[in-house]
């Protein structure tokens, strides 16, 4: 298994992209440690690991929360020896669908400070614990936005771009003692499209997402969680400052 014996610690285990990065990260024998702002979605990610064999505990958590955060991961490397891999899978709202120039400064700029700052607080507190052994694995989100000209995307494609910077600069920090950060870039994920609050009927936008990319097809909750497990392995051991593109061809580097 590519993550046996490895501890992984999951904020935003709850939703979508979390809940499948987990029950991956557990299936390839990583012991599993699950937080969340809303507890109840989260021990039901957890319920469905430990049934299935595997090893997972849950918290409430605030990932946007310094103090929480700080003292979440100090009890998780105390009870487990250590923290081998972290991701933050905390969402970001951002107003959509409105110009710039129609937006009020405020909400382009709440993602952007919103999500720089979660991710930035989960992974400086986890990395803080991997470098006393020399070694971990930061993993960090962000979307085809940071990289596309789309209009009516407000702050988001802003706060991804963030992101990106922010995954590369940490990994300049921290690849001297061993820890390596990835960011997993996605396009819009085909198992996560609702038909709330779309700008246009559900089928007419997926076709409209797939027609974006080169593939013509959207990226699945499987394989975004497929590509987590190897960012965390030792088969990736080599790769850090990088974005690996999950856009299905959206974005072409």
């Not at 989260?42 to 299935?52: Q, R």
């Not at 933050?88 to 382009?108: E, F, I, K």
């Not at 559900?202 to 960012?231: I, N, Q, S």
Request: charged residues 20%; proline residues 2%; negative net charge.
């Amino acid at each position: 298994m590519l993550l046996d014996g490895k501890v992984a610690m999951i904020f935003g285990a709850g939703g979508a992209v979390g809940g499948a990065v987990a029950r991956r990260f557990a299936a390839e024998g990583a012991v599993v440690h699950l937080s969340g702002r809303t507890v109840a979605g989260v021990e039901a990610v957890a319920e469905d690991i430990n049934a299935a064999g595997g090893v997972a505990y849950a918290a409430r958590v605030d990932a946007s929360v310094e103090a929480e955060v700080a003292d979440h991961v100090a009890d998780v490397a105390q009870r487990s020896g250590g923290i081998d891999v972290v991701l933050n899978a905390v969402g970001v709202d951002a107003v959509q669908g409105v110009a710039l120039l129609d937006l009020p400064v405020a909400d382009v700029l709440a993602p952007v400070s919103a999500w720089t700052s979660s991710q930035l607080i989960t992974s400086v507190a986890a990395a803080r614990h991997m470098v006393r052994r020399g070694r971990g694995t930061v993993i960090t989100l962000s979307a085809s936005t940071a990289r596309l000209a789309v209009a009516g995307t407000g702050g988001f494609g802003v706060a991804c771009a963030a992101v990106e910077a922010l995954s590369r600069t940490l990994a300049a920090e921290l690849g001297a003692q061993g820890v390596r950060v990835v960011c997993l870039r996605s396009h819009r994920i085909d198992d996560t499209l609702d038909a709330h609050d779309l700008p246009m009927p559900l089928d007419d936008f997926r076709g409209f997402l797939k027609d974006m990319t080169v593939l013509k097809r959207l990226p699945t909750l499987a394989e975004v969680a497929g590509a987590a497990a190897f960012v965390a392995s030792d088969d990736a051991a080599a790769m850090s400052a990088t974005v690996l593109n999950l856009t299905a061809g959206a974005n072409v580097d």
